[in-house]
């Protein structure tokens, strides 16, 4: 039990070095009586569950609390987290996200079973990593269409992912999972695009810009390009205007893509399209991405906005001179 800290305040500190010996140095399992620290103090709760938390973060192995306290188990809860313990937040997320247990599912057809879209929909909202890649080769035995898999399955599940972030019914980890899982789903669609060798019809460096970690729809635009006899050099995301230049003038493009996500990283065109063009770099810019408009690509002067990958490809060619 710990002794509190009201008669000896050097005791908090005593205690969690006891443990965190015991437990790191010794390997000894040990048990705390947490509360006796708050004792004397106005607003125990408050500070009982401070020490818990800090109990628990030097190896505490069990705790005598009141499990109704709501702050104990609100401290437990979040130390979970903070600390590794509880993947993804789903424990915390189940807690206090008023979405107890079940993982919302995407609205079907009353009755009827879903349908092979409605799957792959579902598997994106899931976060379902490990199972997607066999049923996008579910799909694709079926003889549905890449870009059906892919706009009508896939898509629709991370639309519907966005959604329900916008509306605070889910949360960051989760969409990450799906973020995670759409990856994996397009990395395998990817190999089924990969068409015969053709000649190359241009080189495309694709970036998405400093400040932004979004790149599910820059690597959608990279595959699709690919598929359709592009070179791409995919510079990845988070990419500063410097690098992007120095790397077109290196890799001799036709052409640089630019995605952004958000409304904070947009400006961030700007600066590139403009270090492009005050460095002298002979190439065609593009820009894309949820929040790029054809009005803002007009505005920052790039030479081809385009809203989805396909009409990437369309414009690109038309921009190069592409006949094929
Ligand atoms: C998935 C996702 C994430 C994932 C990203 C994972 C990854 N590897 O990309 C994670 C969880 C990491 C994430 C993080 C964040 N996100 Co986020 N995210 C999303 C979400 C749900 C989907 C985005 C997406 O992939 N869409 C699908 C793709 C296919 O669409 P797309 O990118 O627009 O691409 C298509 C076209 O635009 C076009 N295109 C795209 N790029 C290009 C380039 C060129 C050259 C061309 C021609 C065309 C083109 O072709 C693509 C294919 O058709 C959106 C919400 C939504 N519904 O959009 C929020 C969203 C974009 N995120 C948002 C925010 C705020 C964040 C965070 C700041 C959250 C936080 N508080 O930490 C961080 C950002 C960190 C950072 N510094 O970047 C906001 C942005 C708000 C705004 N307008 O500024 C959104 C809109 C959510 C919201 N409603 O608040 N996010």
């Known amino acids: 039990m710990a002794l509190t800290v009201s008669a000896e305040q050097d005791q908090a500190i005593e205690t969690l070095k006891a443990i965190r ?26 500070l009982s569950a401070t020490f818990f938390a800090m109990a628990l973060e030097a190896g505490l192995s069990a705790a005598i609390v009141n499990p109704k306290d709501s702050e104990m ?20 997320i189940d807690s206090y996200a008023g979405i107890v247990g079940a993982t919302p599912t995407i609205e079907t057809a009353s009755d009827s079973p ?25 799909a694709l035995a079926d003889d549905l269409e890449i870009l059906a898999i892919s706009n009508e399955g896939l898509l629709a599940g991370l639309e519907e992912v966005g959604r329900r972030f916008g509306a605070n019914q889910i949360f960051l980890p989760q969409v990450l999972l799906s973020a995670d899982t759409m990856k994996t789903a397009f990395g395998r669609l990817k190999q089924e695009m990969k068409g015969s060798e053709m000649a190359s019809l241009g080189r495309i460096m694709m970036a998405t810009v400093e ?19 592009f070179e791409v050099i995919d510079l ?40 492009l063009r005050d460095a002298g770099v002979k190439v065609f810019t593009m820009v894309g991405g949820a929040v790029v408009s054809q009005e803002y690509a007009d505005e920052i002067g790039a030479d081809l906005y385009a809203e989805d990958a396909l009409e990437a490809v369309d414009k690109i060619k038309k921009l190069l001179n592409v006949t094929k």
């Open 21 to 46: 010996t015991l437990s790191q140095e010794m390997g000894i399992a040990t048990v705390l009586g947490v509360s006796n620290i708050s004792f004397g103090l106005p607003n125990r709760p408050l």
């Open 73 to 92: 188990m609100g401290a437990f809860r979040s130390a979970m987290v903070l600390l590794g313990k509880d993947l993804r937040a789903e424990r915390y």
């Open 114 to 138: 879903a349908t092979m879209r409605e799957r792959l929909a579902q598997a994106i909202i899931d976060g379902d990593k490990d199972g997607v890649v066999t049923l996008v080769e579910e």
């Open 211 to 229: 400040g932004d970690i979004h790149d599910i729809g820059k690597n959608i635009v990279c595959t699709l390009l690919e598929n359709y006899g």
């Open 236 to 275: 990845g995301k988070n990419v500063t205007s410097a690098t992007i230049v120095k790397r077109a003038v290196e890799e001799d493009v036709d052409a640089v893509g630019l995605s952004a996500l958000m409304t904070t990283t947009l400006q961030q065109m700007q600066v590139t399209v403009d270090a």
